[in-house]
């Protein structure tokens, strides 16, 4: 079946700092792949996302690349605030169900701290 | 932009209670979900509904019940609450789009935190 599994937090990094946080999938077939962000007090919301191998997603100075190869999707910042302390969710859809829908499968979540 | 309302943000009920969880989006998504969160755990799939009275089981069914009477309300009902069910709970709503299914995101609501004392 699939999975998501993702690095362990917290991960805990001060104002500036390079951020990565790895995400490898398990699928059978070819999976479009997300990253959610969930603040505080609040539900989860689409960060990026890459539909196809070697794409590439981006938003808010966040990007991931979808990496076939590795069946890997990592997300990376380049310069941290302290507004992106928040938990990350990677997740990929290929999972069919009833009415030709998709139901998505979830990492555990990574949680950032981002110190000033 | 999509909107995903939970009727609730903080419930606190006793053990056996009926509880009923609602939820509304206004984009005319097909598919609604509900999850639960747990510390560790993730996001679990409790049950999805692809349209009007139309349900799937997800990966936790046990203990919950869904209902889906028009297109844009999805509720999740706790027969008899347990404090096992204490939790926060999600729903979510993306497009069917067939075809392109698999590339349309979910979108969330704020999520009901349930405490069962």
């Known amino acids: 079946g699939n999975s998501v599994t993702q690095m362990e937090g917290p991960v805990t990094l001060s104002e500036e700092a390079f951020l990565t946080i790895n995400c490898t999938y398990t699928a059978t077939g070819y999976p479009s792949l997300f990253w959610y962000v969930q603040y505080p007090g609040e539900g989860l919301q689409l960060l990026l996302k890459?539909?196809?191998?070697?794409d590439k997603g981006s938003n808010k100075g966040f990007e991931a690349t979808y990496r076939k190869e590795t069946t890997s999707f990592h997300l990376e910042k380049g310069s941290v605030q302290v507004s992106d302390s928040a938990v990350y969710f990677c997740a990929l859809s290929d999972r069919p169900s009833s009415g030709g829908s998709y139901i998505p499968t979830f990492g555990r979540g990574t949680s950032l701290i981002v110190h000033p | 932009d999509v909107k995903v309302t939970q009727s609730s943000r903080y419930l606190v009920k006793r053990t056996g209670e009926k509880v009923f969880l609602e939820c509304v989006q206004d984009m005319d998504h097909e598919n609604m979900f509900w999850y639960r969160q747990d510390p560790g755990l993730g996001l679990r799939l409790i049950y999805f509904?692809?349209?009007?009275?139309?349900?799937e089981k997800g990966d936790i069914p046990e203990g919950y019940s869904v209902s889906r009477e028009k297109k844009e309300r999805f509720s999740l009902i706790l027969e008899s609450t347990s404090t096992n069910q204490t939790s926060m709970y999600l729903c979510?709503?993306?497009?069917?789009?067939?075809?392109?299914?698999?590339?349309?995101?979910?979108?969330f609501g704020d999520g009901t935190r349930l405490s069962i004392l």
């Open positions: 979510a709503s993306s497009l069917s789009n067939s075809g392109q299914g698999k590339n349309q995101p979910q979108h």
């Open positions: 890459a539909t196809k191998a070697d």
């Open positions: 509904s692809y349209d009007v009275k139309m349900k």
